[in-house]
């Protein structure tokens, strides 16, 4: 059986409602769900609706300020660090990046380290921020450790997500968005759902041999760095993985590597932390401080169709440019309406009902 | 056989000989040496005196500039754009580096896109440079088309680098330096030396079939993008590759894509350029910009020495950090020689037979 279908409008006012009935402002109520139903609309289910009452659970357990003083704590010309005050990173993450795209008009780039955040959704919204102003958006941050390093048992890293949206002329632009691991979490959620075995290269065991059991994280297992193993350049992704984790989290303040604390309201954070909260690393880069832009779009618009045009191999219809699959996605979902599975709709409406919100 | 072994001062002295020969003033040819040397101490041996000869054969073919009036052609406080004017990407990279430096100085970051350029050694040079000024340094570069995106048999990008070096306390410095392919070019010519088949995953034939054949891209095949195929996401290697090529040839105005001119000097660059030369993009960001230099060398001590700590899987000895085996091979090389197979010997012998200098 398919899932249910939701229209856009009808889960984000849902969103909206709650995150007012937790405390936050009307604006910040909106703008958190505008970030969180962009996830659901790209396709990316793992980090929209999916994980609403993951946040609420967060701030019953006072881990959560739904009425953060967000504020600059040392700045250069092109650079500021940000302390979020325990907010929704779905909230202090876009005014950070503001804060970034500031900068940049300014002294041509702006870079913003963020400390005492929280899960900021995804983090192509925050990079797609800075296309309608001619800028090269750039969004990381660290998360909770689920992921060995190569040669590692321990876990030590989050799926820690680089994002880089880059504008074009008449193409669409360039967004990509993607975990410094193998496979992303929410790909394994999947598998978990269906009981279906995960391929080789994607996890190891809680003894870091490799396995193709989508549950192994529950029992001590990790997902591994992109490149699967060293022979195939695992130690690449683990570095792409640890550069993530030092930006966001060593030059603003934040906990790094095993210190970050869990997302899941169950599990206890490091009574031993090395900052505050979790990091992003926030980044705009102004196009004409480098070469006018319509000059720069124009050989974008280039760049894309020679690569789109590139021929593909058998069984494959074309060559994909990054963002097209989750443009596509949001076209359809905007007008088609969101499905969501079983288990999130009864978690929704658990949640509902709790905070006596009809879903 | 073991390769002959030679003094690190020797082959310095025979660099600094040809580059003079051919044209670079003294400082120049000692710069070029330097870079060029460093990945022969490093131990990528691919990157270092192997292409001495290449260098000289694009000079032969009036394809490098050896007196070249490097210049900046637009900034802003925290950007630049560099046109390299032909020059050996050994001399302008580290120059457009000190730039970067500069800016980051007064503006808190520095970035420079350069154009007009050629290739620039190994990335971890330019990045490198930045340590000792407590600065995070960042190094990208495109290079010849011997890489297929995702889907493609065409092969539309280089194996272009990412190299970001940061700074650590009492730890040695974090640095990473990595190919955006699964295997860098270097270890396939192990493998076409010793005839030996490279894993799968590494290459794809002429018709994008996977392949282990390390002579295959000599026939029209060509090199994968970290993380091997689809199902392991190699969407994700390509990503980065693009990222890569559009910030150092986009950005700048230099070629990119299936654009770029070859390194090898008896292929000649396409007839129809879209910019000038290949591309670079260097940064440098001023720890102090984000937080007291002292506070962050302290933490990164304590993440390196947390990540070295971990618990390895059996029958490895241990977690590595970014920049561990290069230094060892630095510090060996430089004290024990440097060892050289006989066809770069043979090579670097016929080279100074023509410039009738001595090797």
Not at 100 to 121: D, I, P, Y
Not at 278 to 303: S, V, Y
């Amino acid at each position: 059986m398919s899932d249910p279908i939701y229209p856009y409008a009808q889960l984000r006012t849902f969103a909206v409602s709650i995150f007012q009935k937790i405390g936050c402002s009307p604006d910040d109520a909106k703008l958190a769900s505008d970030v969180l139903l962009s996830a659901d609309l790209r396709g990316i289910d793992s980090h929209g609706l999916a994980r609403l009452s993951g946040y609420v659970r967060l701030w019953e357990a006072k881990r959560i300020n739904t009425r953060p003083g967000i504020r600059i704590v040392h700045e250069t010309p092109s650079t500021a660090v940000v302390d979020g005050d325990s907010g929704l990173g779905l909230v202090v993450a876009p005014k950070a990046m503001e804060i970034a795209m500031n900068k940049a008009r300014l002294a041509g780039t702006g870079w913003v380290a963020v400390r005492n955040s929280n899960h900021f959704g995804i983090a192509g919204y925050h990079t797609m921020m800075a296309l309608q102003q001619d800028m090269i958006g750039w969004a990381m941050t660290n998360a909770s450790p689920l992921v060995s390093p190569t040669f590692s048992v321990e876990r030590l890293l989050g799926t820690n997500p680089i994002s880089v949206a880059i504008p074009a002329g008449s193409q669409p632009p360039f967004v990509l968005d993607m975990a410094t691991t193998t496979a992303a979490n929410g790909k394994l959620e999947i598998l978990q759902r269906k009981n279906k075995e995960a391929p080789l290269g994607w996890i190891q065991n809680r003894e870091g041999s490799p396995s193709t059991n989508p549950h192994e994280l529950k029992e001590g297992g990790a997902l591994i760095p992109l490149g699967s193993d060293y022979e195939h350049g695992s130690h690449k992704g683990y570095g792409l993985g640890a550069l993530v984790d030092i930006l966001s989290a060593v030059l603003s303040g934040a906990n790094y590597g095993p210190w970050v604390p869990p997302f899941v309201a169950f599990l206890q954070p490091p009574a031993d932390p090395v900052g505050s909260g979790i990091g992003h690393f926030l980044g705009a880069m102004r196009i004409d401080a480098f070469r006018p832009a319509d000059e720069f779009k124009h050989h974008m618009d280039n760049w894309i169709s020679r690569f789109r045009a590139a021929r593909p191999v058998a069984g494959q219809e074309k060559v994909l440019i990054h963002g097209d699959p989750e443009r596509d996605m949001h076209a359809h979902r905007l007008k088609a309406g969101i499905p969501l599975n079983e288990k999130v709709v009864a978690d929704l409406q658990a949640l509902g009902q709790k905070l006596g919100i009809a879903f």
